[in-house]
């Protein structure tokens, strides 16, 4: 029984930081969006990188040679 309250935690431990590290970077202004896909269909996204107007980057995933880049200004 313990392991698996052990177990339960950990993984929402987990879950809270991976959901909240982006949506943090979310707030932020900006400048454009590049995502990548894994393949020429574009339907599964592989990962994406963010610049903000402030010069900061936000990166997951795995870049891929499909990508797709949306520019918003500052």
């Given at each position: ?61 795995t870049p891929t040679l499909y990508e797709e880049e ?5």
């Amino acid at each position: 029984m313990f392991k698996k309250v052990l177990t339960a935690a950990a993984l929402a431990a987990f879950c809270a930081v991976g959901i909240t590290a982006p949506v943090q970077a979310q707030g932020k202004k900006q400048e454009f969006r590049v995502v990548w896909y894994t393949d020429e269909s574009y339907t599964q996204i592989s990962g994406q990188s963010i610049r903000f107007c402030d010069g900061t980057f936000f990166k997951n995933g795995t870049p891929t040679l499909y990508e797709e880049e949306t520019y918003y200004g500052c």
